[in-house]
């Protein structure tokens, strides 16, 4: 996990995390991630470069510059969308395996945006709002041949299967006349 910061310069005194030293003095310290540095102890763990009052990365407890993190191979590859093939220079949304951009991550039939919607995923790994899963993956009713699907309101669909027929449950009936 990695994450841009900023280092906050404050007038407290305690422990420098890094050279477990005392720190006191105005101007003398800062705190990031929660914790302590004197200012000349916070820098980059591969230039040494201070990074007090800029932006910094922190990767497996390594702090980076921006400069270091960006261009050194420090940080990990980056996601390529699944939907659009770009790369995710932002946040990543991850479904099935896949990543995506947030306005990537769409259904493919109504186009409808899914971040933080109800989904599912299709077995040929294609993303789909739940109502238009439901009308392309239902089952056809043996009897009217329309999709059974759920009811209003309802996110399952009921339905009788009979000898490898599925059926709307109104539909289904005894073919059989008696006379």
Request: glycine residues 6%; charged residues 15%.
């Amino acid at each position: 996990m990695y994450s841009a910061l900023k280092c906050v310069c404050v007038l407290l005194a305690g422990q420098c995390v890094k050279c477990n030293k005392e720190v006191h003095g105005a101007g003398k310290a800062c705190q990031a991630m929660g914790q302590l540095f004197h200012d000349s102890c916070f820098t980059c763990s591969l230039c040494s470069k201070r990074l007090q009052g800029k932006p910094f990365y922190t990767m497996a407890g390594s702090i980076y510059c921006e400069e270091d993190f960006l261009h050194s191979g420090v940080h990990p590859p980056p996601e390529v969308c699944n939907s659009c093939g770009h790369l995710i220079m932002d946040m990543v949304l991850q479904a099935h395996g896949k990543s995506y951009h947030s306005a990537c991550f769409r259904c493919v039939v109504c186009r409808q945006n899914l971040e933080d919607q109800p989904f599912t995923v299709s077995a040929d790994d294609k993303v789909y709002c739940v109502m238009d899963y439901h009308k392309a993956q239902a089952p056809c009713c043996a009897s009217c041949n329309k999709p059974i699907l759920p009811t209003e309101g309802c996110t399952e669909s009921i339905r009788v299967v009979s000898f490898n027929n599925y059926y709307h449950v109104d539909c289904y009936g005894c073919d059989v006349d008696f006379v």
